[in-house]
């Protein structure tokens, strides 16, 4: 079993920086596969950011150039820099651990940018 909490959202201006943390209740080494993802108000959940256990990283165009997906294995945690939010990045962010083909879900935390 997998356990994923997120934190580091809030309120930001558009342009400004938030960072997320995602934190493993285990060994984030066993976790095949990381990843960020968003869902905005009235829309599907759309992927993000991937950290592969090889260490390939992948982002969604919108957040090529902004975001940066890194993981500090002795913590446990994932965490997402975004810098320069814009409008668009409004919305809850989850992340998901994929360990053994399993997908495990945190709660999400929500992220408001504002002009």
């Known amino acids: 079993q997998v356990q994923l909490v997120e934190s580091g959202g809030g309120w930001v201006q558009a342009g400004g920086s938030l960072r997320l943390s995602c934190a493993a209740s285990?060994?984030?080494?066993?976790?095949?596969?990381l990843d960020w993802y968003r869902q905005a108000p009235g829309k599907q959940r759309e992927l993000v950011a991937t950290?592969?256990?090889?260490?390939?990283?992948t982002y969604a165009d919108s957040a090529k150039g902004r975001f940066t997906i890194f993981r500090d294995n002795a913590r446990n945690t994932m965490y997402l820099q975004m810098n320069n939010l814009k409008l668009e990045d409004t919305g809850v962010y989850y992340c998901?651990?994929?360990?053994?083909?399993?997908?495990?879900w945190g709660q999400g935390t929500q992220v408001a940018v504002s002009s």
């Open positions: 285990g060994s984030i080494f066993s976790i095949n596969l």
């Open positions: 998901r651990g994929v360990r053994e083909g399993v997908g495990y």
């Open positions: 950290f592969s256990a090889t260490g390939t990283i």
